[in-house]
């Protein structure tokens, strides 16, 4: 959408979907929603970059480059994960 020009106001659409966008790493980093939404914008980065684009060129805020050992104490630390969530119905 955002590589099509299809998305008006990207930091719109960013700011009332943030929580949606990240869920999945959400319920995988146990519930850590800010390492979740780093994560997020660092895939979406990742595949803006594949077509030479960034979350910059869009007014999208950029993620926060953490150091492994500060994501794994992260990882570590965070809430169990709910395993429950993740079964299929």
């Known amino acids: 959408m955002l590589l099509d020009s299809q998305v008006l106001a990207p ?3 960013w700011t009332q979907y943030l929580v949606s966008f990240s869920q999945d790493h959400t319920l995988q980093l146990g ?3 800010s390492l979740a939404i780093d994560h997020t914008l660092s895939d979406i980065n990742h595949q803006l970059e594949e077509h030479g684009k960034s979350l910059h060129d869009y007014g999208l805020p950029l993620p926060i480059e953490l150091g492994s050992e500060v994501i794994h ?3 570590k630390w965070a809430p169990e994960k709910d395993t429950h969530l993740l079964c299929v119905f």
């Open 31 to 33: 519930s850590n929603e």
């Open 73 to 75: 104490e992260l990882e």
């Open 11 to 13: 930091m719109d659409l």
